[in-house]
Structure formats: C-alpha cells, structure tokens
C-alpha cells in the first residue's frame, strides 16, 4: 500500500486544481512517482553563507563534494550564484530559525510550514521564501492562496507580524533558458477571500481524501520498476517536506 503524506503548504498551492478529481489525480501521481532528488543543499548554503561567512567557493566546493550526481549537482550550482548576488552585501544584525507551524485545512488536516529563517537589517525583520522549482511556479490564483495563508500564520505571531515577506522565485522563463531570479513581493500579491479560500480548500480536502481512498488499495512500486521523474520532477525540498 501506498502512503499519501500530508503535503506541504507551498505544495498545496501548487497541487490545487479546479476540482476534487483534479487534486486526486496529481496527487496520487505524485505519490507512486515521487521526485528523487532535494534542494535542501541550498538551505545548508543560505545557512552557511549568512551565519558561518563561508565563502562561496568553499559553499560550491561543499555542494561538489556533497551531491555525486551530475545533474543534481548542475541543477544546484545554477541557482547558487543568484543567491549570492541577492545576499551580496547584506550584513543581517541576525540570523534565526522559525519553528514549525501547522495550516489548519480541514478538521482532520493539518498542514506543515518550516519557514526557512528571518533575518534582521536596520531595524526590519525579513522573512525570505525560497522557490526553487525551475518550471511552472505559483502564479495568479494558487500564488495568492499560498500568500494569503502565510500571512495568516505571520499575523499569529506578534514576533513575524511585521516582518517584509518576500517571494524568491528562481524559475527560468522558457523551458530551456537559464534560471532568474524574481523578487516578489507579498504585499502586491492580492488576497483571496475568507469565502473564495474556503471553497479551494474544501475541493483540495476532498481531493486528498480521495487520493487516499485509491492508494489504500495500490501496491507500493518497487524503486527498480519506479519510472524515476528525476530532476524533470523540479521538487522543492522533499516532495510533502518543506525545507527545516
């Protein structure tokens, strides 16, 4: 039997679709097929290079070291150097975790958020979200979901209320060009109404049951018969997990 994971809160955003069926089929996709690969390298890096002071070339050196297949590793090193230049010249007064928090979606669903960090510069508190998929980022309605329930959870928090969230998109444009990094800003992204964010998560609550309902009764694929999406799978950190 194959086991639905609850999914993370960017990748209930992404996964939504129109209808309940819509959500059953991507997700029970995903479940027997799941991407094989991580982007938590980058987390380590953005660590390493904010609080440690690493200097980019040993943070390439680590990830060269670290992740032995050539297409991962490819796939890594050109997202890094957009991180650097973002970070170029930041002199954060600190640099902090951010515990887990959970979206209450439905009444036996609860979603997972692992902010990556916040940082301080003169006074102002970030709070940076890290998009790493190369290809079909949140756009339009599934991006203003996804912004409107993390600043449910900031508002929870009298320490995050006021923080400046910020979107780090580094999605190429076209299937083949190189990566770029887009900035957006959570506060020019429009909300989605209490009654319009009721009706999304309604329909992906009863997408999920469903896909749990089909995989109870579907044998888990071995890793040798597994397709294998490989990088072509562009997942952002594990698959249901975002990044600690």
């Given at each position: 039997?194959?086991?639905?994971?609850?999914?993370?809160?960017?990748?209930?955003?992404?996964?939504?679709?129109?209808?309940?069926?819509?959500?059953?089929?991507?997700?029970?996709?995903?479940?027997?097929d799941p991407p094989n690969f991580t982007y938590k390298p980058l987390y380590s890096a953005i660590h390493d290079l904010l609080v440690l002071r690493q200097s980019y070339e040993q943070i390439v050196?680590?990830?060269?070291?670290?992740?032995?297949?050539?297409?991962?590793?490819?796939?890594?090193?050109?997202?890094?150097?957009?991180?650097?230049?973002?970070?170029?010249?930041?002199?954060?007064?600190?640099?902090?975790?951010?515990?887990?928090?959970?979206?209450?979606?439905?009444?036996?669903?609860?979603?997972?958020?692992?902010?990556?960090?916040?940082?301080?510069?003169?006074?102002?508190?970030?709070?940076?979200?890290?998009?790493?998929?190369?290809?079909?980022?949140?756009?339009?309605?599934?991006?203003?979901?996804?912004?409107?329930?993390?600043?449910?959870?900031?508002?929870?928090?009298?320490?995050?209320?006021?923080?400046?969230?910020?979107?780090?998109?580094?999605?190429?444009?076209?299937?083949?060009?190189?990566?770029?990094?887009?900035?957006?800003?959570?506060?020019?992204?429009?909300?989605?109404?209490?009654?319009?964010?009721?009706?999304?998560?309604?329909?992906?609550?009863?997408?999920?049951?469903?896909?749990?309902?089909?995989?109870?009764?579907?044998?888990?694929?071995?890793?040798?018969?597994?397709?294998?999406?490989?990088?072509?799978?562009?997942?952002?950190?594990?698959?249901?997990?975002?990044?600690?």
């Open positions: 039997m194959t086991k639905l994971r609850v999914p993370s809160l960017q990748h209930l955003a992404r996964n939504w679709r129109a209808t309940s069926m819509g959500v059953k089929r991507v997700l029970v996709a995903l479940a027997l050196e680590g990830i060269r070291r670290g992740v032995k297949r050539e297409r991962v590793q490819s796939n890594l090193l050109s997202i890094l150097p957009l991180i650097r230049d973002y970070f170029d010249g930041v002199n954060p007064s600190f640099v902090q975790a951010v515990d887990r928090r959970f979206y209450p979606v439905g009444r036996d669903l609860l979603v997972p958020f692992d902010p990556p960090l916040i940082y301080g510069v003169g006074g102002q508190i970030h709070f940076p979200w890290f998009s790493f998929w190369r290809s079909n980022p949140l756009k339009d309605e599934t991006l203003a979901l996804f912004v409107t329930m993390v600043e449910e959870l900031l508002l929870q928090d009298p320490d995050l209320e006021a923080a400046r969230f910020t979107i780090l998109d580094f999605s190429a444009p076209k299937p083949k060009a190189p990566r770029r990094l887009t900035l957006i800003d959570a506060r020019d992204i429009p909300r989605i109404t209490p009654e319009r964010k009721a009706e999304m998560l309604a329909i992906f609550v009863d997408g999920f049951q469903l896909a749990e309902a089909e995989l109870a009764g579907a044998p888990r694929p071995s890793d040798d018969k597994r397709p294998g999406r490989g990088d072509a799978a562009d997942g952002q950190g594990d698959l249901f997990d975002n990044p600690p």
